[in-house]
Structure formats: C-alpha cells, structure tokens
C-alpha cells in the first residue's frame, strides 16, 4: 500500500499539461471544465476569489431512518478560501468559533493566529496566470465527505472503503453559476454489510453507490444586517467568542439565523420585498399530499403579511430540471425510508452572520400513512374520509412546523397549553367525543398559524424587535424549548411533547375515556379489503398507547415545579 502511494504521488506531480482541457471561466463564480478524456473536473478558481460558503451533503441517500444518511441530508456551512502554496492550492476552512472584530488589525490578527483553520484539501496547480489558478477538483469530490465508513462502523453495521475505479463524477448535477458552483460524485462503498438496519435497505450486502454533493456559494453583500438574540425570542441562537470585545462585556456574541427580507419602502409600515423568500415543494409528492403540503407551508405568509410584508413568501413546485441540493432553492423535499422516522428542517447559512442562505425541509413520507393508520384504529374504519383528513390536516401542520424550522425558528413545547397558539410545538391530535358519545376527528389538528409564530416572526423579521418582545413577553405564551421540555425526567411542567390543554391530569383521563372507547370497538371494520387479520395488532398499539405522552406531563406536575 505505501509502495502504491508512493507511485500515484510520483504520477500526480510529474504530470505534463492536459491537452484535453480548455480551462474557462467567464460571468461563473469558479470555472468548471469537463476534461474529455478522462471526464475529470476542471475548476478555474479566479485569484480574487476571496472567501466563499461550503457544505456537502447527500442527493441520494440509504434510505434507513436509524442510520440516518438520508436523501437530502445536509452538511455544516463552512467559509473557505483558495491559498497558494508552492505548486499546490490549498482549501483553508477558517476557525470563526473565536474572532476579533476591533478596529486595531492586530488585535484581529492575534485572535486569528491563537486558534486553529484546517486545511481540508491540498490541490495540484495544473496551470496558473495571472488572474486564476487551473486545478483538478475530481479526488475531492469523488471522496467519503461524510465518513460514512466511521459512521456505519460505529453502529456495528459493517466496515465499507470507497471504491474508487466505481465510483466518478456525476455531470448531470455538476454546474456552474455566476454565484455558485454544485458538484456531485457517485461514491461506490465496498466491503461487508453485518447490520440489520444496513442489510435492511441494500440490493446487495458487499456495498452500496451514494450521491455526494458539494457547493460552494458566493458570500453575500455587507447589507445583512445581523439580529440579536433574545432568550425569549423563540429563535435558535448562533454564537461565537469575539476576544476583542471591551473587559467588561461578555465575550459570547449571539444571533439568531433567519432570511434577509428588504422592504422596497424601508420607511413604511407594510410594504412589498426587494425579494421574496420562495420555498419550493419536491414535485415527487403525490396528490392529495402535494396540496396539503402547500397549504401548510404557505402558512407563514400571513405571518410575514402580519410583520408588515406585503407578497414576501411563496411556496411554489421546484421547477423540471432544478436540482434540489443547488443552494439558489430553498426546498422541501419529501424523503422516503425504509421505516418511519423524524422530519427536519436544516438551512445553509452565512457562517459571519447566520443569514439564511438555503432552506432545506426533509419530510419523511410515512409520517402521514402512521396517522391514517391511527385516524382509522380510532374510528374503526378503514374507509372512512375522516381518517384521511385527520392525516391531511397533520401533514399541513408538518409542513409549517419543519419550514419554521428553516425560518429560523425553534421549539415551543409550552404552546399546546395556550389553545394550540404555536405551529412549533408537537401537536397531539386533540380527539373527542361527540354529544353520542362517538369518537370524533373533526378538531383533531388546528389550522393556521398560530399566535405565538406571529409574534416570532415579528420579532425576527420586522421593524421593531423590542417592542415584539415585549409583546411575547405579554402574550401570556409561555416559552419552552428543548433543553427543558425534551428530557422524560425534565422538571418544567409547563413543556411537554405530544400533549394538548393546561391541565396535564384531567387530559390524562380524557384521553384515558377515549382510550376505552376505541378498545371496545376494535373489530376487522378497522381493515381495509385483503388486509390480514394480524395488521389489527398494528392498530392496537396506537390505541393502547393513547395517553403515553400525557402521562409524561402528569409526571412533571406532580415531581416538577410551575
């Protein structure tokens, strides 16, 4: 193995000038050459270049939710530059974990020199000019971004290395823009597959091909102008130490991430957008999924119109040919697994600022055959449009839920106690029982935007950040995120997952009666033609089930505080 490094080595620096390729640039933020012979990439990479964004990610993915290398799964937002050394070129990832923001470059200089940058990949310079470097980028995008093998490893489902002579370029993804450059590579894994989540999914147990994608994005203009955080703000927090700030100020500077939204009339209270913020639906979603995600993510367009926004947010399907992992789209891509599994929304930012720069939705596509299947257990009826709305209306608030995700905003696991006030938290379908004493769906999932999402989004987006906070802190909305609703031992009582009114104790036995009720009428109503009589064992868990949620809040009331 050394001997055969040592001779690939040899190779690459005593290569002669590729007669194959005729390096370009032109209006594209970095060149992008297909050599014709050997199909490699060419990339002209201008010296005035300067900093630019990075992330990876996957286009196709494994298709196992306990793995979790999904289709669409997403990478850090990393800001890189191109360096010359020698007769090679050099990507520096740069370390803003710590920086220095004073006037006195020096002071600057000395918090950048104190923490460490990586250089993540070392190029041959193939040719040079005054205005550019010429640089052969096939090894870096054809390589294991991700280390899918220590991932798999860890999880005892085999141990994999890239194949190189099945594995390439992919150019049918691989393009130039004038502010970004998409680059994607079949990455062929072989070796021995001994995991059941793994064996699972594969065609065959030797190895599996991925899609890997790269992109690197022009960093936008100085306009953006960065939010503070506020803890009650109901936005995630983006934090770094600036070692330059006066002594008696605290070192951490904190943001939220969220879009850059410009009014046309800065001075007005509502007023049209320089550009909107567009979301586009994956258009492999099936009807009547396709519409129901629509409905929900358009949502926040009433929240935006309510921040004084007029025609600022639009969910449209991505156009034919558009490729979901290009960083010009935010997306929503509907993902499928082999099992059930948690929806997400992640974004590319600006790692100076948080700026959003890409939206990017993943929604599991089994989520809404799980609560068809527990719309028809409930109501003993495998027919019955009821069950089928009851799922369309959950999806809706999916779609709303996870894109908030991608707006910027986080968790509100206290909402459910204020009349469903908050998209973000997780609902519990509300059911009831009629004046018959008959289960019913017809309330099961609110719709809309709710108050608390409002109130946010004024904060995030609009002109009066201080006087949004105020008006959350009076809405009498309690906030409660993760880090204290999350864990099944947490202490607040006023956040729970998966649970619905103020009163832990009395929905408890609400959901207790509704749990008998369902029980008592089970029966093969609930199958629907050439089900097997054993998927009545798939109905019942849901059912028996029912309260198991409410019964975690019934715990924090009596052992936690509030």
Not at 297 to 326: H, K, N, Q, S, T
Request: with cysteine; hydrophobic share 40%.
């Amino acid at each position: 193995m050394r001997y055969l490094l040592l001779v690939v080595s040899i190779v690459l620096f005593g290569c002669e000038p590729r007669q194959s390729v005729t390096p370009t640039h032109s209006s594209e933020l970095i060149g992008l050459t297909r050599d014709t012979q050997s199909s490699d990439v060419i990339l002209t990479i201008p010296k005035d270049l300067g900093q630019v964004i990075y992330y990876s990610g996957f286009s196709r993915g494994l298709g196992s939710n306990d793995i979790g290398i999904d289709r669409g799964l997403i990478g850090e937002s990393k800001l890189v530059s191109f360096e010359a050394m020698g007769d090679r070129l050099l990507l520096r990832e740069h370390n803003l974990r710590y920086r220095g923001t004073s006037d006195n470059a020096a002071e600057n200089t000395a918090v950048d020199h104190a923490f460490p940058d990586y250089i993540m990949a070392s190029f041959e310079i193939l040719s040079e000019a005054d205005s550019h470097w010429v640089i052969d980028a096939s090894e870096f995008i054809v390589r294991d971004a991700f280390d899918v093998n220590r991932w798999l490893g860890s999880m005892d489902e085999g141990q994999f290395t890239v194949d190189a002579h099945r594995s390439g370029v992919y150019w049918e993804n691989t393009k130039s823009f004038p502010e970004n450059l998409e680059l994607e590579a079949i990455v062929t894994f072989t070796g021995s597959a001994n995991g059941g989540y793994l064996n699972d999914v594969l065609s065959n147990s030797e190895g599996f091909s991925l899609h890997l994608h790269h992109s690197f994005i022009k960093l936008p203009d100085s306009d953006y102008q960065a939010r503070a955080y506020h803890p009650n703000s109901g936005y995630f927090v983006y934090e770094w130490e600036d070692y330059t700030k006066p002594l008696n100020h605290d070192l951490t500077e904190r943001v939220i991430t969220r879009h850059r939204l410009v009014k046309t009339d800065p001075n007005a209270p509502s007023s049209p957008v320089v550009e909107p913020i567009i979301y586009y639906l994956d258009p492999g979603v099936p009807e009547p999924v396709r519409t129901a995600l629509i409905d929900g993510a358009m949502w926040w367009a009433e929240a935006f119109e309510a921040a004084g926004f007029e025609d600022a947010y639009r969910v449209e399907i991505l156009p034919e040919g558009a490729d979901p992992m290009d960083s010009r789209f935010n997306v929503i891509n509907w993902v499928h697994r082999a099992t059930r599994g948690w929806s997400y929304g992640a974004s590319i930012i600006d790692p100076r600022t948080g700026e959003i720069i890409k939206g990017h939705v993943t929604l599991g596509s089994l989520r809404v055959r799980q609560d068809i299947l527990i719309a028809e257990a409930l109501l003993n009826d495998a027919d019955s449009a009821e069950a089928q709305a009851m799922a369309l209306a959950r999806i809706r608030q999916l779609s709303a839920h996870e894109v908030g995700h991608t707006i910027g905003i986080a968790h509100n696991f206290a909402a459910s106690e204020s009349d469903r006030a908050s998209v973000m938290d997780y609902p519990h379908p509300l059911i009831t029982l009629d004046a018959d004493g008959n289960i019913t769906l017809n309330d099961a999932y609110d719709e809309g935007i709710g108050l608390w999402d409002k109130l946010v989004v004024a904060y995030g987006y609009g002109d009066s950040p201080v006087q949004a906070i105020s008006d959350i802190q009076n809405s009498g909305i309690n906030y409660v995120s993760d880090r204290h609703a999350r864990p099944v031992d947490g202490a607040f009582a006023d956040g729970h997952l998966w649970d619905n009114h103020n009163d832990p104790t009395s929905e408890y036995r609400r959901l207790g009666d509704i749990r008998r009720k369902a029980l008592s009428q089970l029966n093969q109503s609930a199958l629907a033609n050439g089900d097997i009589a054993a998927r009545l064992d798939d109905l019942l868990v849901p059912l028996y089930n029912l309260p198991r949620y409410q019964a975690d809040g019934v715990a924090k009331q009596i052992g936690g505080f509030n």
